[in-house]
């Protein structure tokens, strides 16, 4: 059982502001900023917030001890509270489609229905995974440490079929919709291929290692290069709309 140790996590909008707030409306205000929320999770004594990552509608908050919370984004309410994965063992960021977010936990697949805040299943995957997966509709896309992409069903139990690069590079991410798949490898591919079979459909090829998550918005994909170079790609194409020098390898998403 969780002891109530209070963590008081913060996000800060442009909104009315709350007399009791614990970070200074003075300060903020100086900032033009103004607390829209506050919001306190249970940790236990030595138990420390790991990782944040917004995702959608929703914060999701993974301490050291593998322990999940999920907040709305909006409002500050908590919505799942749930252990992933004994402590120590690696935890996949979470990746979702529509009202389902997935995690890898050490070997296990787990899902949870973030309306209604209930763990809809565990699975027991029969590869080792290397990084977040990506789902639609009918699959789900996992990258394998194996250098295989393995196409699944929804709950990862049967595998439809694998693909791998040309290069047999490793898949480093992967998006998809329920049209197309595009993954990029760490030597650098970006491959866009059908979602139901393993047909590449295109294939841009950066300068670099892209190990950082792909990150798609409207209808382009951004990529960003351990060779210091950010890309913006047509996602039905791969055609390069720009790419920008930024002096420094990238090793995380850019925000769009």
């Not at 763990?119 to 590869?127: C, P, S, Y």
């Not at 194409?237 to 998403?253: D, P, Q, R, V």
Request: net charge positive.
């Amino acid at each position: 059982m969780k002891k109530f140790c209070f963590f008081c996590l913060f996000v800060i909008i442009f909104s009315a502001s709350s007399s009791n707030a614990i970070i200074s409306e003075k300060l903020l205000n100086q900032a033009g900023l103004q607390t829209a929320w506050q919001s306190a999770v249970a940790l236990d004594k030595g138990e420390k917030v790991e990782k944040l990552t917004v995702l959608g509608d929703y914060l999701y908050i993974l301490t050291n001890a593998n322990y999940l919370f999920c907040l709305d984004r909006n409002t500050g309410k908590l919505v799942i509270a749930s252990a992933l994965a004994s402590p120590k063992l690696p935890v996949s960021s979470p990746s979702a489609y529509k009202n389902t977010v997935y995690f890898i936990a050490a070997n296990e697949l787990v899902a949870f229905d973030v309306q209604n805040g209930i763990e809809l299943f565990r699975q027991i995957l029969a590869m080792p995974v290397s990084s977040a997966i990506a789902a639609n509709a009918s699959n789900l896309y996992i990258p394998g440490m194996d250098k295989k992409l393995y196409v699944t069903d929804t709950k990862g139990q049967h595998i439809i079929f694998k693909a791998t690069a040309d290069d047999v590079s490793s898949p480093a991410s992967v998006l998809a919709d329920n049209s197309f798949v595009i993954f990029a490898t760490d030597s650098g591919n970006v491959i866009c291929m059908s979602s139901l079979e393993p047909k590449r459909i295109w294939q841009f090829n950066a300068v670099g290692s892209i190990s950082a998550p792909l990150v798609a918005s409207a209808d382009w994909i951004y990529a960003s290069s351990k060779e210091t170079n950010l890309y913006k790609l047509k996602n039905n194409s791969g055609t390069l709309a720009w790419k920008f020098h930024t002096g420094s390898a990238l090793t995380t998403s850019a925000r769009a």
